[in-house]
Nanobody, 125 residues
Framework: QVQLVESGGGLVQAGGSLRLSCAAS???????????MGWYRQPPGEPRELVAT???????NYGDSVKGRFTISRDDAKKTVYLQMNSVKPEDTAVYYC????????????????WGKGTLVTVSS
């Protein structure tokens, strides 16, 4: 099966920086194409919200609250998406989830959504 493996979460002081990584893991050749990769987050007691995505069809998209501070990038050869978080604020505290829309041998040729298990980012004031 396809798994999204996140790393890079942790505790950071307000104003600092953190870099998250997420790699799509599967047996060699099982992932045929990746249409979109990105990040969502869920603050405590709140619903999941968009952070940033990179889509082959729709380009790059950021949530309003992170524009100008966070930068998303993709390395398709490594099937990895990164999130560079700068000038972090206490309100950035959340569980960050990696998302991918991809085609694999498990989806019978149709794009499917995959989610990582999440990585906790805590910003102290």
């Amino acid at each position: 099966q396809v798994q999204l493996v996140e790393s890079g979460g942790g505790l950071v002081q307000a104003g600092g920086s953190l870099r998250l990584s997420c790699a799509a893991s599967a047996r060699s050749g099982d992932i045929f194409s990746i249409h979109e990769m990105g990040w969502y987050r869920q603050p405590p007691g709140e619903p999941r919200e968009l952070v940033a995505t990179m889509s082959d069809r729709f380009g790059t998209n950021y949530g309003d609250s992170v524009k100008g501070r966070f930068t998303i990038s993709r390395d398709d050869a490594k099937k990895t998406v990164y999130l560079q978080m700068n000038s972090v604020k206490p309100e950035d505290t959340a569980v960050y989830y990696c998302h991918a829309l991809l085609v694999s041998r498990y989806g019978l040729g149709s794009p499917e959504d995959y989610w990582g298990k999440g990585t906790l980012v805590t910003v102290s004031s």
